[in-house]
């Protein structure tokens, strides 16, 4: 998982904005930020799950609660959209001065017009992704209506959004009707992936189709079939994470390259991270090996060489079990396999013992359970421990 750093950001007006960083795991791609929606925070789920999903694709993700919202300082009443797009601009250029200016904006909902607008002035942004936004900053205006009136009258008013209270002020009506959002959409040149549910009750489909009408190609449109507005389902806002990770390290390209291993071995190389860091490809695949913080100069930005060891075999070992009980059409429904490692003795006495804890899922009889288990001891990585193979090493010119 990355590792996620708890950041405080000062705006120009001297606000404090509490922020969380994801870093990147693997080889390093680009900075991004996450805007969050309307009376959202920084810790709802879509937020967090596209922040690592972002992360565990090279992708460093800054995610803010927006002035008096969340964590942050300032009263929400006295924000406006325009004070939205500052805060974006914070972000930036905290990123800017401790690591590299933002490459990707994400924004759900009113921060997906946010971030399109802090785009254009954003010159190192090379793409956006909104999640349900609004085609333009206007459009919330219909989810306070009933109070225009109070507001106007009385300077704010505090309203229910979402079955949340929130209080909204005069400024913060006036400044949304003074954004021309399409003509800022239209003039953008950066790639833009929308991502909408066609069953969003919030901000409804239209808005995706006006956002995408707006915009020049590069441009694509992910369906979020099913979702709520907020993403409130796991396997939604999971969706919508991996969707906006591949396209964003698509945007980014592929940063530190690996080379194909010769004849389809897995290439391993080190990273320039860090001394004990190290990328790994296999086919089309990209993963990280690192060591724990226990271990001197570990990052925990991958699993250890003996994870690796471990899933091969937990992953062999699930592989043969399925297809056994599928050759005999057995009733299972699923396999989990727990493995852990240890070495005990010194020298050429050590040695290493592997443990598997088996969770055979489905109606069947002890026999055919007894059966599985057996079969275990003959998935081929089991196999090829136990008969404590040679290695060869080279060097290579």
Same mark, same amino acid.
């Given at each position: ?105 994400? &924004? ?38 009933? +109070? ?47 991502? +909408? ?8 489909? #239209? ?52 080379? #194909? ?23 089309? +695949? ?27 075999? &937990? ?83």
């Amino acid at each position: 998982m990355p590792k996620t750093e708890t950041l405080t950001l000062t705006t120009a007006k001297g606000h404090q904005l509490s922020a969380r960083l994801d870093h990147a795991v693997g080889p390093h791609r680009g900075w991004a930020i996450f805007a969050h929606c309307f009376t959202c925070s920084k810790d709802i789920l879509a937020a967090a799950r596209v922040a690592q999903e972002l992360a565990m694709e090279g992708i460093g993700t800054l995610r803010l609660d927006f002035t008096g919202l969340g964590q942050s300082e300032g009263e929400f009443a006295d924000t406006s959209f325009t004070s939205n797009i500052d805060d974006i601009a914070t972000a930036a250029a905290w990123l800017k001065a401790h690591h590299d200016a933002p490459a990707i904006l994400v &924004g759900h909902s009113l921060g997906g017009a946010a971030v399109l607008a802090a785009a254009a002035s954003l010159p190192s942004i090379k793409g956006v992704a909104t999640i349900g936004a609004p085609a333009d900053p206007q459009h919330v205006e219909h989810l306070f209506a009933d +109070h225009l009136e109070d507001i106007r009258r009385d300077g704010s008013a505090e309203v229910s959004i979402g079955g949340r209270p929130i209080k909204v002020g005069k400024g913060f009506v006036d400044d949304l009707m003074t954004h021309d959002a399409k003509a800022v959409i239209a003039g953008l040149k950066i790639d833009l992936l929308v991502l +909408h549910s066609p069953v969003d009750a919030i901000v409804g489909i #239209d808005n995706a189709a006006a956002i995408y009408g707006a915009a020049k190609h590069p441009k694509s449109f992910v369906s979020l079939d099913r979702a709520d507005h907020l993403l409130s389902r796991r396997e939604d806002s999971h969706f919508a994470a991996r969707m906006i990770s591949a396209w964003a390290a698509r945007c980014l390209g592929d940063g530190v390259e690996i080379e #194909d291993g010769s004849d389809g071995a897995v290439m391993v190389q080190s990273s320039p991270d860090s001394i004990l860091a190290h990328d790994i490809r296999v086919g089309a +695949h990209r993963m990280r090996a690192d060591e724990p913080p226990s271990f001197p100069g570990g990052r925990d930005s991958g699993p250890a060489p003996y994870d690796f060891l471990n899933a091969g075999l &937990g992953a062999c070992t699930a592989i043969t079990i399925r297809l056994v009980a599928e050759r005999k059409k057995w009733p299972l429904e699923g396999c989990k396999v727990e493995v852990r490692h240890r070495a005990e003795g010194e020298g050429d006495a050590k040695r290493d013992f592997f443990t598997r804890e088996l969770v055979l899922d489905g109606p069947l009889d002890d026999d055919q359970r007894n059966y599985l288990l057996a079969i275990a001891n003959k998935c081929p990585v089991h196999k090829t421990l136990e008969r404590a193979a040679h290695v060869d090493t080279q060097l290579k010119p």
